[in-house]
């Protein structure tokens, strides 16, 4: 079955260090999107990419980057970890604009 | 940019019983899509139930149902006969015209025996 997975689930690491958290999907989805959920913010939404290629910032960007070279993935990086990006870490992908958003299991980062 | 408020941050409801989860949005589309998705304490994010703004019908999956007032760009959900199962955080989202898909805040829902 098709599916869209995180690595890791879980993860700690020091402030400073960069860290990448791994999105995959195999809908061949074009609409791929990073989300972070605090508690009291929601969902908010960090990077986003309609296609190969294609990025763009979200809301809450700043200290985050992605990038977008095949269909299937889109790695979220930490240039930097701050203990403000402590957070749960959602990736998700859409067929196309106004479809269903399929979300995957999350991930949970802690910088200490 | 397009914004989505859900106003009541936690809620409560009998088994059996009708609630109803209140979200309104801003937005200058005139096209777009809305949304309602649930996260049990899995995490695991789910959709309720889609809306598609040029339908004047409003959405319903089994006990779940909207009540879409478009001009004034509310999206509310109502349960029906609340089971246990429904206790989960409740998340409104928008998708429109050249915008991403953004969410709200949340609504925790409690379904008490």
């Known amino acids: 079955d098709a599916e869209i997975t995180q690595s890791p689930r879980h993860k700690i690491t020091e402030t400073g260090r960069q860290v990448t958290l791994a999105c995959h999907q195999t809908?061949?989805?074009?609409?791929m999107f990073w989300y972070r959920q605090d508690l009291g913010h929601g969902l908010r939404l960090i990077h986003y990419?309609?296609?190969?290629?294609?990025?763009n910032k979200g809301e809450v960007s700043d200290g985050y980057s992605v990038s977008r070279s095949n269909t299937e993935d889109l790695p979220l990086t930490l240039e930097s970890a701050a203990s403000s990006q402590t957070s749960v870490y959602f990736c998700a992908s859409s067929p196309r604009q106004g479809s269903e958003a399929f979300f995957g299991q999350g991930t949970r980062l802690t910088v200490v | 940019a397009q914004t989505v408020t859900q106003s009541q941050p936690e809620m409560s409801v009998q088994e059996a019983e009708t609630v109803t989860l209140s979200c309104t949005y801003d937005?200058?589309?005139?096209?777009?899509?809305l949304f309602w998705y649930k996260q049990p304490p899995s995490r695991q994010m789910i959709l309720v139930i889609r809306?598609?703004?040029?339908?004047?019908q409003n959405a319903t999956e089994n006990r779940f149902s909207v009540n879409f007032q478009k001009a004034a760009k509310s999206f509310s959900l109502k349960i029906s006969d609340s089971q246990l199962g429904d206790t989960a955080m409740y998340f409104c989202a928008f998708w429109g015209g050249s915008e991403k898909l953004v969410f709200g805040k949340g609504t925790k829902l409690t379904v008490n025996p």
């Open positions: 937005t200058s589309e005139n096209n777009y899509y």
């Open positions: 809908w061949n989805h074009n609409n």
């Open positions: 809306q598609e703004a040029y339908k004047q």
């Open positions: 990419s309609y296609g190969v290629q294609d990025t």
